[in-house]
T-cell receptor, first 113, second 116 residues
Framework: SQQGEEDPQALSIQEGENATMNCSYK?????LQWYRQNSGRGLVHLIL?????REKHSGRLRVTLDTSKKSSSLLITASRAADTASYFC?????????????FGTGTRLTIIP | EAQVTQNPRYLITVTGKKLTVTCSQN?????MSWYRQDPGLGLRQIYY???????DKGDVPEGYKVSRKEKRNFPLILESPSPNQTSLYFC???????????????FGSGTQLSVL
């Protein structure tokens, strides 16, 4: 079953604009991660936010986590053509020494030059 | 260079012909995992391994086998492939010290498998 679900499924914006995508999940978590995938290639880790954190920044990325709503958002500021990719959230199931990481279905982001 | 290496990148086979997709990591990671990616379904975990000789089923293990005889290698075996196993497969690994929760995964470049 899908733990994380991204929204929207697809997003197209002009270069320079900000892109926001959301992830909702169902059970408690220890942490939530965001990954990026260029077409058909392996996923690349972007950022990890722990359940006791509310916001985290990394370069042009800003991630928020609301555990009461079981949701997270990824904001990419000042988008570039190179940001065109699919973005996935991944969650554990909140257990100690959890071994499973579950991915959502992803948001396909297209940056229009 | 730290990496997860999968081979082959592309594979076309016929129903019932046993195949193995290899995965190797050079980061001394304890945790390794296999995922398959299908349109509209995202990534689904097939099997994972916490360490040598320790493996367990993920969400979609049917039709697959794995082994972890060495820390660096985690091959995926399809004993009798069927067309519904046509998919894009990814191997991943992560550092997993005792007492930790999930850390970031490092992914291989993927194997596109077509079963005719």
């Amino acid at each position: 079953s899908q733990q994380g679900e991204e929204d929207p499924q697809a997003l197209s914006i002009q270069e320079g604009e900000n892109a926001t995508m959301n992830c909702s999940y169902k059970t408690s978590i220890n942490n939530l991660q965001w990954y990026r995938q260029n077409s058909g290639r392996g996923l690349v880790h972007l950022i990890l936010i722990r359940s006791n954190e509310r916001e985290k920044h990394s370069g042009r990325l800003r991630v928020t986590l609301d555990t009461s709503k079981k949701s997270s958002s990824l904001l990419i500021t000042a988008s570039r053509a190179a940001d065109t990719a699919s973005y996935f959230c991944a969650t554990d199931n909140g257990l100690y020494r959890n071994e499973k990481l579950t991915f959502g279905t992803g948001t396909r982001l297209t940056i229009i030059p | 260079e730290a990496q997860v290496t999968q081979n082959p990148r592309y594979l076309i086979t016929v129903t019932g012909k046993k195949l193995t997709v290899t995965c190797s990591q050079n980061m001394n990671h304890e945790y390794m995992s296999w995922y398959r990616q299908d349109p509209g379904l995202g990534l689904r975990q097939i099997y994972y391994s916490m360490n040598v000789e320790v493996t367990d089923k993920g969400d979609v293990p049917e039709g697959y086998k794995v082994s972890r005889k060495e820390k660096r290698n985690f091959p995926l075996i399809l004993e009798s492939p069927s067309p519904n196993q046509t998919s894009l497969y990814f191997c991943a690994s992560s550092f997993y010290p005792w007492g930790a929760t999930n850390e970031k995964l490092f992914f291989g470049s993927g194997t596109q498998l077509s079963v005719l």
